[in-house]
């Protein structure tokens, strides 16, 4: 059962924006923080970007920091993360996933840490 869904994807000139949305609300468990994570062909999954719920701190890789930014409605159980500026080195399947526990500092772009994924949602930045 998906308890997690990805939409906004799609493919966008250098420049442009997008806005991925992840819909949590399906999800049962109680999460502390919901994070974007990205994965291009032949790499390794990459951590974007994190918020934690209670009190919306954010958390961004370096690559994309003053680009993107990650905003949660509590209310739609929902969070969102804009893309501005995108670039070709963007392009990649995005994930978005949930973790129900927290653990101090320096885990928030881990993958291994979170427990819920959604599907993907391709996003390709191309001319």
């Known amino acids: 059962q998906v308890q997690l869904v990805e939409s906004g994807g799609g493919l966008v000139q250098p420049g442009g924006s997008l806005r991925l949305s992840c819909d949590a609300s399906?999800?049962?468990?109680?999460?502390?923080?919901i994070a974007w994570f990205r994965q291009a062909p032949e790499k390794e999954r990459e951590g974007v970007s994190a918020i934690t719920i209670r009190d919306g701190h954010d958390y961004y890789t370096n690559s994309v920091k003053d680009r993107f930014t990650m905003v949660r409605d509590t209310a739609k159980s929902t969070v969102y993360l804009q893309m501005d500026s995108l670039k070709p080195e963007d392009t990649a399947v995005y994930y978005c996933?949930?973790?129900?526990?927290?653990?101090?500092?320096?885990?928030?772009?881990?993958?291994?840490?979170?427990?819920?994924w959604g599907q993907g949602t391709q996003v390709t930045v191309s001319s």
């Open positions: 399906r999800l049962t468990a109680d999460y502390r923080a």
């Open positions: 996933a949930a973790s129900t526990r927290t653990y101090g500092t320096a885990w928030h772009l881990v993958p291994k840490w979170y427990d819920y």
